[in-house]
Nanobody
Framework: QVQLVESGGGLVQAGGSLRLSCAAS????????MAWYRQAPGKQREFVAV???????NYAGAMKGRFTITRNNTKNTVYLQMNSRKPEDTAVYYC??????????WGQGTQVTVSS
């Protein structure tokens, strides 16, 4: 089992920056990829960014250049730096982990609200 705890959400003005954190605990040695998803009101959950154990990253098209995902394997934590925030970035952001056995775990989500 892997437990995930997100933090760093809140209210930010358009154009501002925010950094989310997600700390993993439990069977951390099984963790392969760490990722962020988000779900806006009335919409389906969508992929934001992913980072592999060796640091390779991939982003959804709309987030490229504005969001940066990083990972600290010593602290078992993944971060999402979000710059140039837009009102349409308002959503609940979820941390996602996949293990080497392809099990998936989700955090409880953290609300991010961008005011115009």
């Amino acid at each position: 089992q892997v437990q995930l705890v997100e933090s760093g959400g809140g209210l930010v003005q358009a154009g501002g920056s925010l950094r989310l954190s997600c700390a993993a605990s439990g069977n951390i040695f099984s963790i392969n990829t760490m990722a962020w998803y988000r779900q806006a009101p009335g919409k389906q959950r969508e992929f934001v960014a992913v980072i592999t154990r060796d640091g390779s990253t991939n982003y959804a098209g709309a987030m490229k250049g504005r969001f940066t995902i990083t990972r600290n394997n010593t602290k078992n934590t993944v971060y999402l730096q979000m710059n140039s925030r837009k009102p349409e970035d308002t959503a609940v952001y979820y941390c996602n982990v996949q293990t080497i056995l392809s099990k998936t775990y989700w955090g409880q989500g953290t609300q991010v609200t961008v005011s115009s």
